[in-house]
């Protein structure tokens, strides 16, 4: 028993030595000067001149500041956008019941089958034909609706009784205020983990951003990232590279570490819908 | 305020067009007076709920008039009829303290109606007070037993100060001896207040403690209204009959002949002005005296000592179940005997049509 | 009396209540989804479809055919097979692995939990970034993973820039690090909710625990396993911006493009300009992608329909 256990923990410990070494690396890799980085045929596991000066360079040599402000204005207005539209729906799928309501929502689950990658081309075409190339609108449109989000939303909303709804009608209270004030109130962990998991979806965007910008002053830090791959620091500056990644990585990890049960709850229930 | 009701009916419609609705409430003509308790009593699904929704606003009517006062209210809007209602499962936001929840209709209040933050603060306090939670003001609903959501409940439904209190099955939720004390609540908190206040409950017992006028309803249709002492002497037919009072009324089949009644051949009572037919016999437990020279005889089959008083279990072919009788603790029974003799009190003997279950009044 | 909604409310203003507070999200979906999803139909029967005059010749199926006879095309779909092929089965045993062993352990659990869910949240573009240095060969050094299995007496290897195998080795390794998390939270919370009941009756009955996993703990969690196969299966189809992290955004120079990411190059980019070979390439991509997932979900009823 005693030996099965033990094994089992030198094989987790194992897999989670292979998550974590690329972090590791990375981080490793940034804080070596890139004298040194260049200079080590084989690669050092550890440095004792930790050095910050690949950040300084990653923030100067390309616009990696203007990459940050585009994604976190790309991320912020598309969740918001995002949270607005789908409260709305929601509440109507779940609240209301007006006429043609069951046959509407089944349409907008059999779109949930529909894969990003069939729409995209007549998206980019029509984004480009509206002349909106290299615009936060042109970003932000195609993804300010989620189907599954709404229903997760209005799978939530349908779980509050609906005697709370007469208790707000016999009050005197509007639908408006009832949803603003009953309804999204007590349905704010559903929402909050919806707008994680929307803050880390649009972080990570790289596609659509890829198709629709070309002007560096609008990329996100995907097409930062890729930029600096393919053009990079004037020669193979791996240091000031890696220096890039980890500040691309770190919002995303220390959200992770903030709202780590959210988040996976809210993961797995995206497993479960299936 | 009073409450009056004119040919109200309602009718779900069907799942679709082919099936026929369900008639859940049948031209209902009701007269409430002001300020008193008023039960509406019946099995599940007899309607009284969605009267009562009717009365709220929260349901329209199929058909038929509801009046508050000299008020037509049948096409205001609930929030507009100066109403409040008491939900069976408290419908309290979990969001909100206490204070908020109490507070929550007050600020809805719009133009001449609306109040000013102190005074709302001070009709809140009120209110709690009332129902005796201002000291758990900051609580939310998910910390407090149920009893205490039942009073939040109460407290929230009488702030604005409403013509006609309305409460759903209210004492439903709570465990048997929480029940007890908060229908006395209840009743206080209706007194002091004065309000008119319906009351909708399938337990009897519940109703007939509780309230001033009772009124018992059975598949959307009337029975009979009235004081509950008065409902209990005099059901108007036997379903009112068999539905009031605990223990249950004891039925028996029997007949009428030549102005006796009969049960099996025995002729147990004199019944004048009666004509000869089949009919059900209802006598309550009470209505029975134990006497040797008794004109029923019935299987003894077992005897239960209360105290006071002493149930008398016994079987007769007749019966619908076992026929339960309360008798004085004084009273001398033979516990050894295989059969009992009973006189039957005439006033709490009734008698019913067997073909249509309406009372037959005799002599 | 239990109904959804009220009949009292005024019906007619309830319609078009409803209909107004779903107006945003329907006006989007109807213009970034609907609409798209039909016009990406008429695209790829558009012969000749030039982006510029935004017009064609006619209709017929020459962008189809075009397609299917383009060797870089050809070569995506060969690439896309080969990285779900090894990837899919890889990644489900692996996971199942890794959560069985998470579930039979509750020290440290949350910690490995934790750690094991990290590739999720970081981007992809990012850190792929470091998967090539790891295995990158250049002149100054033979990078990191080519020192470790120098150890064993094999000679350095480029796998960004060298032989397919090992190009693909590195793909497949970067996926299945990345697909890893959401599989392994999905298996550990399923493996969690077999009741212990059956385990505890299990063991009175002397079950070895070899056979418990099999006759009990398997067929109990199958239908997750069958849901992760299945997107599995269409995550894998759909891979992309993994190989652009690794190789580069000119991905058929690599010989490392895969379906979607000729869709793209086809849309956009240096021999972009082409909607129509786009369309028809992205409606091959989801015919097969259909055809698989209907294949898995009837082999996978047979299968569960036996134990």
């Not at chain 2, 007769?316 to 009992?340: G, N």
């Not at chain 3, 750690?115 to 002149?139: D, E, H, S, W």
């Not at chain 3, 299990?202 to 997107?231: C, E, K, N, Q």
Request: contains cysteine; aromatic residues 12%; hydrophobic residues 45%.
């Amino acid at each position: 028993m005693k030996v099965k256990k033990t094994i089992i923990y030198f094989l987790l410990a194992v897999w989670a030595l292979v998550v974590l070494f690329p972090f590791y690396w990375m981080v490793l890799s940034s804080v070596k000067s890139y004298a040194s980085y260049a200079g080590e045929k084989i690669p050092k596991f550890f440095t004792l001149t930790p050095t910050f000066e690949n950040y300084t360079s990653a923030f100067t040599a390309v616009p990696l500041a203007k990459y940050f402000a585009n994604t976190l204005i790309f991320t912020l207005l598309t969740t918001a956008l995002m949270v607005i539209v789908i409260i709305f729906a929601a509440y109507a799928f779940a609240r209301i019941d007006f006429k043609g309501r069951n046959l509407l929502f089944i349409m907008f689950l059999a779109l949930m089958m529909i894969p990003n990658e069939l729409v995209i081309i007549t998206n980019f075409v029509t984004i480009t034909n509206l002349d909106l190339r290299n615009t936060f609108t042109g970003l932000i449109l195609p993804s300010v609706t989620s189907v599954f989000y709404i229903y997760l939303l209005k799978e939530n909303f349908e779980q509050v009784p609906d005697e709370l709804y007469y208790a707000a009608k016999v009050d005197g209270t509007s639908d408006l205020k009832y949803l603003f004030k009953v309804m999204v109130p007590i349905c704010r962990p559903t929402i909050i983990t919806v707008i994680i998991l929307k803050v880390i979806e649009c972080w990570n965007s790289y596609v659509w951003p890829r198709l629709i910008t070309d002007d560096p002053m609008y990329y996100l830090v995907s097409n930062g990232i890729q930029e600096i791959r393919e053009n990079g620091f004037g020669r193979d500056n791996i240091p000031a590279m890696m220096a890039a990644v980890v500040a691309v990585s770190v919002p995303l990890i220390i959200l992770f570490l903030i709202f780590r049960k959210k988040i996976m709850a809210g993961v797995s229930r995206e497993g479960i819908k299936g | 305020m009073n409450v009056k009701i004119e040919n109200l009916t309602k009718v779900f419609p069907g799942r679709d067009k082919k099936s026929a609705g369900v008639t859940a409430v049948k031209d209902f003509n009701l007269e409430l007076p002001d300020g008193k308790l008023v039960c509406l009593l019946g099995p599940s699904g007899c309607g009284k709920s969605t009267l009562l929704y009717m009365i709220c606003g929260l349901e329209s009517p199929t058909e038929g008039k509801i009046y508050f006062g000299d008020q037509d209210v049948t096409d205001i809007p609930s929030e507009k009829r100066g109403v409040g209602l008491v939900f069976q499962n408290y419908a309290l936001y979990p969001h909100l303290t206490v204070k908020q929840i109490i507070k929550f209709p007050l600020e809805n209040l719009k133009g001449e109606e609306k109040l000013s933050k102190e005074e709302m603060d001070k009709r809140a306090l009120e209110a709690a007070k009332l129902v005796q939670i201002d000291g758990l003001m900051d609580r939310k609903p998910g910390y407090m037993s149920g009893g205490q959501q039942q009073r939040v409940a109460i407290a929230r439904a009488i702030v604005k100060r409403p013509k006609v209190l309305l409460m759903d099955e209210p004492l439903s939720n709570l465990d048997a001896r929480l029940r007890l004390h908060t229908r006395e609540e209840i009743r206080r908190i209706q007194k002091d207040t004065g309000i008119t206040t319906i009351f909708v409950t399938h337990d009897q017992e519940e109703a007939m403690s509780i309230s001033d006028l009772i009124v018992v309803m059975k598949d959307g249709v009337l029975h009979q209204i009235g004081k509950p002492q008065d409902v209990y002497d005099d059901p108007v037919n036997l379903f009112v009959a068999e539905f009031l009072g605990t223990p249950e009324i004891n039925v028996f089949e029997g007949k009428v002949k030549d102005g006796g009644l009969y049960i099996g051949e025995q002729r147990v009572l004199e019944v004048k002005g009666v004509d000869d037919q089949d009919v059900w016999i209802g006598v309550r437990p009470e209505g029975f005296e134990v006497d040797p020279d008794g004109k029923f005889t019935c299987e003894l089959s077992g005897i239960n000592i209360m105290g006071r008083d002493i149930t008398v279990l016994s079987k007769h072919d007749a019966a619908k179940a076992v026929i339960r009788s309360i008798v004085s603790a004084e009273t001398k029974v033979d516990t050894e005997a295989k059969t009992i003799n009973l006189n039957l009190k005439p006033y709490k003997t009734f008698i019913f049509s067997k073909e249509t279950e309406e009372r037959i009044r005799f002599t | 009396m239990s109904k959804k909604t009220l009949s009292g409310v005024n019906s007619v203003a309830t319609n078009i209540s409803g209909w107004v507070y779903l107006l945003p999200a329907l006006l989007f979906l109807i213009a970034f989804m609907v609409y798209p999803l039909i016009d990406v139909f008429i695209y790829s029967f558009e012969e000749g479809y030039n982006s510029a005059s935004q017009s064609s010749f006619g209709i017929g199926l020459y962008n189809y055919a075009y397609i299917l006879r383009d060797p870089y095309f050809l070569k995506a779909v060969k690439n896309t097979f080969i990285l779900v092929i090894i990837t899919v089965p890889i990644s489900t045993v692996l996971s199942l692995l890794i959560s069985l062993g998470l579930n039979s352990i509750k020290a440290l659990k949350n910690m490995f939990q934790t750690i094991f869910f990290l590739p999720y949240v970081t981007n992809t573009l990012a850190v792929g970034l470091v998967f090539m240095i790891l295995f990158q060969k250049t002149p100054y050094t033979d990078g990191l993973v080519n020192l470790i299995i120098g150890k064993f007496g094999i000679s350095p290897i480029d796998f960004i820039d060298g032989p397919y195998w090992a190009k693909m080795l590195v793909l497949s390794v970067y996926v299945i690090w990345i697909v890893m998390p959401f599989k392994i939270l999905i298996l550990t919370s399923a493996l969690a909710s077999v009741p212990d009941v059956y385990y505890q009756s299990a063991r009175i009955d002397g079950t070895s625990s070899w056979r418990m996993f099999w006759r009990i703990t398997l067929p109990m969690i199958s239908p997750m396993i069958v849901y992760l196969v299945i997107t599995g299966f269409i995550g894998a189809f759909k891979a992309y911006s993994d190989a652009v992290a690794i190789f580069g955004i000119d991905l058929n120079a690599a010989g490392m493009n895969t379906i979607v990411g000729y869709v793209y190059d086809m849309l956009y980019g240096d021999g972009g300009g082409y909607p129509s070979y786009a369309s028809a390439a992205a409606i091959v991509l989801f015919a097969i992608v259909l055809t698989i997932t209907v294949i898995n979900l009837i082999v996978s009823r047979k299968a569960t329909d036996i134990t």
